[in-house]
């Protein structure tokens, strides 16, 4: 089975530049998550889609970050214009179900590891 | 805010058992506990979940006390691989997972 796949693994751009990172999802999986990790923390939930639509994108600072998943599929997460302070991994999830009562896992790509000089 | 409190490290020599505790104290009876792993520059891995009863895996085994307000992973013979940070979690009410910063475990030979 496929994991799930992210790209660019890395990126390295300057304050106030622009940056999109893709996700692709396990087939089928209809819950999708991104995550921000700060170097030495536990990572932190920016938003999270129930198929196309957005379940929680409370922690997701919306004057830079966006996100979508159009045909509720792949996804992108995009900053603009990026602070230093966004320099982190961004990790994407995916679940088959959603919902407090869902016990099913959750599975996670390898990340995009982004730098902001 | 995460509703896990985990020591921030530990050790544990190679081919002896890891014991990684965790306090979830406010923790409602419905609510599952996942324990999650990290290695170096992967993302995280899924472990093993548990309600109630003691669960086991090929992975670990999961020790849930009988007031649920705490619990122990054990990893029964670790290896140089199980070295990773370790995270216990609670679901949030949207059920999605909120990490705390984990306990660092490092299996030394």
């Known amino acids: 089975e496929a994991g799930v796949a992210q790209s660019p693994r890395y990126k390295i751009i300057e304050k106030r530049q622009s940056v999109a990172f893709w996700c692709n999802p396990i087939?089928?999986?209809?819950?999708l998550y991104w995550y921000q990790q700060i170097l030495g923390q536990g990572p932190k939930l920016l938003i999270q889609?129930?198929?196309?639509?957005?379940?929680?994108d409370s922690q997701l600072p919306k004057d830079r970050f966006s996100a979508e998943r159009l045909k509720g599929v792949d996804s992108t997460l995009k900053i603009q214009p990026a602070k230093l302070e966004d320099s982190a991994v961004y990790l994407c999830?995916?679940?088959?179900?959603?919902?407090?009562?869902?016990?099913?896992?959750?599975?996670f790509g390898e990340g995009s590891r982004l730098t902001v000089l | 805010d995460a509703k896990t409190t985990q020591p921030p490290s530990m050790d544990c020599a190679e081919g002896r058992a890891a014991n990684l505790p965790c306090n979830h104290s406010?923790?409602?009876?419905?609510?599952?506990v996942y324990w999650y792993r990290q290695i170096h520059s992967q993302g995280p891995q899924y472990i093993i979940h548990?309600?109630?009863n003691n669960e086991t895996n090929e992975m670990a085994s999961l020790i849930i006390t009988e007031d649920r307000k705490s619990s122990t992973l054990i990893l029964p013979h670790a290896t140089l691989r199980d070295t990773a940070v370790y995270y216990c979690?609670?679901?949030?009410?949207?059920?999605?997972?909120?990490f705390g910063k984990g306990t660092k475990l490092s299996v030394k030979p």
């Open positions: 548990g309600l109630k």
């Open positions: 889609f129930q198929n196309n639509g957005v379940v929680d």
């Open positions: 999830a995916s679940s088959l179900k959603q919902g407090p009562l869902n016990t099913g896992e959750l599975f």
């Open positions: 406010t923790i409602s009876g419905n609510e599952y």
């Open positions: 979690i609670v679901k949030g009410s949207q059920g999605n997972l909120i």
């Open positions: 087939s089928g999986h209809a819950t």
